[in-house]
């Protein structure tokens, strides 16, 4: 399956962003779908995903309580909600599609598909 970021820009510290990642066909529904962020320097680290099956979602402890990963399978499109923005999420944002086990779900290496990113800047 392709997977197509989009949402990015530029927004000052506390604003609020949505990102959307649309599939390009209903095979993505058996996906588990995650978010990871690069920073420059920086390894690619895990946002947020949510389970294929139960659409349990799952967070990074740095954006916990402030992202929101959401999933609407009949748009076969990923949502993730980024609100009280700071200038440390300021990153490319990569939507991912895979099947791993629950616990490599951090893993980008488990993912098999991914978006080409979209640049999220935040200023302070």
């Known amino acids: 399956v392709q997977l197509q970021a989009s949402g990015g820009g530029l927004v000052q510290a506390g604003d609020s962003l949505r990102l959307s990642c649309a599939a390009s066909?209903?095979?993505?529904?058996?996906?588990?779908m995650a978010w990871f962020r690069q920073s420059p320097g920086k390894e690619r680290e895990f946002v947020a995903c949510?389970?294929?099956?139960?659409?349990?979602?799952y967070y990074a402890d740095s954006v916990k309580g402030r992202f929101t990963i959401s999933r609407d399978n009949a748009k076969n499109t990923v949502y993730l909600q980024m609100n009280s923005l700071k200038p440390d999420d300021t990153a490319v944002y990569y939507c991912?599609?895979?099947?791993?086990?629950?616990?490599?779900?951090?893993?980008?290496?488990?993912?098999?598909?991914w978006g080409q990113g979209t640049l999220v800047t935040v200023s302070s």
């Open positions: 066909d209903r095979s993505y529904s058996v996906y588990t």
């Open positions: 991912a599609g895979g099947n791993p086990i629950l616990s490599a779900i951090y893993s980008p290496d488990t993912y098999r598909s």
């Open positions: 949510v389970w294929r099956s139960t659409g349990r979602t």
